[in-house]
Nanobody, 122 residues
């Protein structure tokens, strides 16, 4: 009932920039939390950044000052602007949404995107 479509991944040289997007659609009453996680080859998925409905944000220490998370509530879309990318940022980046569904029960859902690959070359 809630779908996420990610875009913006790709190959970039070290020091470069990319912007990821995550668009949510479906029977959405309210989006509470939107965030980004990533999973590097052979590693567990890890938290990157999150923004709540109150526009508060939080970041993984290693991306602070380089990544900026933002959201357009009118479009139910979230962005991750990434600057000064490093080879260690190479991973599949996943969008995460915690939302309330627009049905009579106003159920809560947690949804993950399909992932978008970011590759940073040395």
């Amino acid at each position: 009932q809630v779908q996420l479509v990610e875009s913006g991944g790709g190959l970039v040289q070290s020091g470069g920039s990319l912007r990821l997007s995550c668009a949510a659609s479906g029977s959405i009453f309210r989006i509470n939390v939107m965030g980004w996680y990533r999973q590097a080859p052979g590693k567990q998925r890890e938290f990157v950044a999150v923004t709540s409905s109150g526009d508060s944000t939080n970041y993984k220490d290693s991306v602070k000052g380089r990544f900026t998370i933002s959201r357009d509530n009118a479009k139910n879309t979230m962005y991750l602007q990434m600057h000064s990318l490093k080879p260690e940022d190479t991973a599949v980046y996943y969008c995460y949404v915690s939302a309330v569904v627009a049905d009579p029960n106003h159920r809560s859902l947690e949804v993950w995107g399909q992932g978008t690959l970011v590759t940073v070359s040395p």
